[in-house]
């Protein structure tokens, strides 16, 4: 008969734990702090959840009010940037409703963020095992989960809190799904997104570089709008001068014009669609000198200058960061290899330079692409005509993002050194040994 006792007992214990983490489980998973680059214009937002814990716990669905706050990396991308989103839980629904105490990181949170407005979805973010020992009949703690998601769509793109579930490894393996009773969910967060700006592709190039006046030169231009009106024009510096005529492009936005050059003021040829010079959608100046007679007993001196090309090249291909504690984790930081960007074309188009990266692979598995940031820095030599403007910080990912860049303009080019600091987020309890991954930059 005591023998008997013992063993209900000790069903009675077992089922007593099963109990606290399948509550843990309806409620909450371990905090985790929202990424430092994380805007602030977000709104912490209330919605009413059901939470149905496994039938083995034999716990009834817990219906309660859930507050959680969605915060973005870029709170203005572009069309085809990547935006890193967390969802943080920060007050679940319900409380550990025994007295068991319940041991540290047991959960794995997963859920959805919902798109709403210019963009239509759902993102789906995931949380570490990770969370603080929890008293009995004490609240659970905050958590938070990432995912990220590409823009497709410009204009105002709301978030929302969506499901979520929650994944407990104690004693058993079980999930608890949480859902939103009236979805969906209010919006904690909104962005603008900004329609791609591609760079001016447009070319320009002229037969001779000089004649005599009235010599027609034939003017050849390379992907302009198909099918559109180009206007083909001599420059004198800014100014337009006489020479002046009109062509259609054909079907792939070529054409080939033969513009009468009369004005001796003349120093280049430009063509652009519209009423106006615009250097989005012009090419040009092309050099050009009228060949005025010379009076006698003088002799004309010519030079030309030759266009170059776009390249970069860099000071290395290794990049060693520095090592964090195992139990620790934190930022694992370094510099990223000098590039040097060359722009000798002396056309109107800029150039823009980016990256992307793959997920850090080491003894431990893998740590996410998205843990990976940087803050880039970018200077033009002395004399460049072109400004450089670095990339905003933040995560690179394995969408990318861009490090520097130059506008178009009527004159562009110069030498460019690109340089960025790089953190790299590991989570504390990462095997120890070393993760690499491969950062590939594109300059276009």
């Not at 969802?87 to 679940?92: D, L, N, V």
């Not at 984790?329 to 000798?344: E, P, Q, R, S």
């Not at 969408?399 to 009527?410: D, K, Y």
Request: hydrophobic share 40%.
């Amino acid at each position: 008969m005591a023998l008997n006792r013992s063993r209900a007992a000790t069903r009675r214990r077992r089922w007593t734990a099963v109990l606290g983490a399948t509550a843990l489980a309806v409620a909450a998973g371990g905090a985790i702090a929202a990424p430092a680059h994380a805007t602030t214009n977000s709104t912490p937002v209330e919605f009413q959840t059901r939470c149905v814990p496994p039938p083995i716990a034999g716990i009834p669905p817990i219906t309660g009010t859930t507050t959680a706050e969605i915060t973005v990396d870029k709170a203005a991308p572009k069309v085809g940037d990547t935006v890193t989103v967390t969802y943080t839980i920060t007050k679940p629904a319900a409380s550990n409703p025994v007295d068991l105490a319940l041991p540290a990181d047991i959960m794995t949170p997963s859920g959805k963020v919902v798109l709403g407005g210019a963009q239509a979805g759902a993102v789906n973010v995931t949380g570490p095992k990770k969370n603080p020992p929890i008293p009995g009949k004490g609240s659970f703690p905050a958590f938070s989960m990432t995912g990220t998601f590409t823009v497709t769509e410009a204009g105002s793109i709301t978030l929302s809190p969506g499901d979520y579930n929650i994944h407990t490894s104690y004693l058993m393996e079980l999930d608890t799904p949480c859902t939103v009773l009236n979805p969906p969910a209010p919006v904690s967060e909104t962005v603008v997104a900004s329609p791609v700006t591609s760079p001016n592709a447009r070319t320009l190039q002229l037969d001779s570089a000089s004649g005599d006046p009235g010599v027609r030169v034939t003017v050849t231009g390379a992907k302009f709008t198909p099918l559109a009106e180009v206007t083909v024009v001599g420059r004198a510096g800014g100014a337009e001068t006489a020479d002046k005529m009109t062509v259609t492009t054909d079907s792939e936005g070529g054409f080939a014009a033969r513009l009468k050059v009369n004005d001796p003021a003349t120093t280049g040829v430009v063509a652009y669609e519209g009423a106006a010079w615009d250097p989005e959608k012009g090419a040009g100046p092309a050099a050009y000198k009228v060949v005025v007679p010379a009076p006698p007993n003088s002799q004309t001196i010519t030079a030309a200058v030759t266009a170059g090309e776009l390249s970069m090249s860099q000071a290395g291909d290794a990049v060693e960061l520095t090592s964090v504690d195992f139990g620790q984790g934190g930022a694992a930081t370094g510099d990223l290899k000098t590039v040097t960007v060359k722009d000798f074309r002396g056309g109107p188009a800029g150039w823009s330079l980016t990256g992307k990266v793959t997920d850090f692979t080491g003894p431990g598995g893998a740590i996410g692409a998205g843990n990976l940031s940087w803050t880039p820095a970018c200077a033009a030599k002395a004399g460049s005509p072109s400004t450089c403007a670095a990339g905003s910080a933040g995560p690179v990912g394995s969408g990318g993002a861009t490090l520097a860049s130059t506008p178009n303009g009527t004159l562009t080019g110069g030498e460019f050194t690109v340089d960025a600091k790089l953190s790299l987020d590991v989570p504390a309890f990462t095997a120890p040994g070393s993760y690499a991954g491969v950062l590939t930059l594109t300059l276009s």
